[in-house]
Nanobody, 120 residues
Framework: QVQLVESGGGLVQAGGSLRLSCAPS????????MGWYRQAPGKQRELVASITSSGITSITNYADSVKGRFTISGDNAKNTVFLQMNSLKPEDTAVYYCNVASSIWPYHYWGQGTQVTVSS
């Protein structure tokens, strides 16, 4: 089964930047949406950003808490998705998960998660 491989997490000071990458181990067909979620200790997993592409048009969606600081982008040809995170805050500390939603089984793919820690 195709797996998603994430990279780019780490430790950064408040105000710094990180770029997360997510690539599948194989081809995923009929992709609807690619996105990033995060889960902080003791909290539920939440959507950070998503991108839906159709031809040359892409629609992005962001959580209010990251608007203006994070940018999601994707490479449709390679089924990869990126998350550029700027002006990071301690409250951005979480495990970040890549997600790909497809219209065919198994419908959802998840990465193993990558830790992002922002120190104050």
């Amino acid at each position: 089964q195709v797996q998603l491989v994430e990279s780019g997490g780490g430790l950064v000071q408040a105000g710094g930047s990180l770029r997360l990458s997510c690539a599948p181990s194989g081809r995923i067909f009929s992709i609807n949406t690619m996105g990033w979620y995060r889960q902080a200790p003791g909290k539920q997993r939440e959507l950070v950003a998503s991108i839906t592409s159709s031809g040359i048009t892409s629609i992005t969606n962001y959580a209010d808490s990251v608007k203006g600081r994070f940018t999601i982008s994707g490479d449709n040809a390679k089924n990869t998705v990126f998350l550029q995170m700027n002006s990071l805050k301690p409250e951005d500390t979480a495990v970040y998960y890549c997600n790909v939603a497809s219209s065919i089984w198994p419908y959802h793919y998840w990465g193993q998660g990558t830790q992002v820690t922002v120190s104050s």
